[in-house]
């Protein structure tokens, strides 16, 4: 199975930061990576998909980059309704997998 | 507009059963590829199962492999995982995805049913 480690694994920011996560494969995924975005209580909701494809209706403050096993995901000016919990996912092979995700929580 | 609504999920005990539903409506149900993903309680998310719009290409996580089933019938609109010999560890929401052929980007999600699994 391919491993997916995001880090941070939390991190405190205000408003109008620039944020930066980032998800490393165990082997590369060809830009097969996604983002999501989770609040609580509510089902993930597609952000980025093949790395850096921003899914229609995101604000264009969210962005993606990265190739072969590195990736990053950028939040250009942090807003307060994008304090969530992010994750990664790989979808080159199966079984699909995860990364552990970053909370993202109000400084 | 894509809406995905699960049901089925409950209390049960450990080595029981329950099947999980999935409707989906506002897309062509049967050329999508359908995923379960699960969470559970504060935990991150795992990818569970998925199949095809045909039915004949089906894959499982390896922690339900032999006791989960998915499958779907497009008639009804609808997406299936039979869980059998539940486990304490199977405790999570679950929930359906669709997913986008050639990337197996996960579009649009459910909002979740409960499993509990306890004694």
């Known amino acids: 199975d391919i491993q997916m480690t995001q880090s941070p694994s939390s991190l405190s920011a205000s408003v109008e930061d620039r944020v930066t996560i980032t998800c490393r494969a165990s082997q590369s995924i060809s830009s097969y990576l996604n983002w999501y975005q989770q609040k609580p209580g509510k089902a993930p909701k597609l952000l980025i998909y093949a790395a850096s494809s921003l899914q229609s209706g995101v604000p264009s403050r969210f962005s993606g980059s990265g190739s072969g096993t590195d990736y990053t995901l950028t939040i250009s000016s942090l807003q307060a309704e994008d304090f969530a919990t992010y994750y990664c996912q790989q979808s080159y092979s199966i079984p699909q997998t995860f990364g552990q995700g970053t909370r993202v929580e109000i400084k | 507009e894509v809406q995905l609504v699960e049901s089925g999920g409950g209390l049960v005990q450990p080595g029981g059963s329950l099947r999980l539903s999935c409707v989906a409506s506002g897309f062509t149900f049967s050329t999508y590829w359908m995923h379960w993903v699960r969470q559970a309680p504060g935990e991150g998310l795992m990818w569970v199962s998925r199949i095809n719009g045909d039915s004949d290409g089906t894959n499982y996580a390896d922690s339900v492999k032999g006791r989960f089933t998915v499958s779907r019938d497009n008639a009804k609109n609808t997406l299936y995982l039979q869980m059998n010999s539940l486990r304490a560890e199977d405790t999570a929401i679950y929930y359906c995805?669709?997913?986008?052929?050639?990337?197996?980007?996960?579009?649009?999600w459910g909002q979740g049913t409960l499993v509990t699994v306890s004694s």
């Open positions: 995805a669709r997913g986008v052929y050639g990337s197996g980007t996960h579009d649009h």
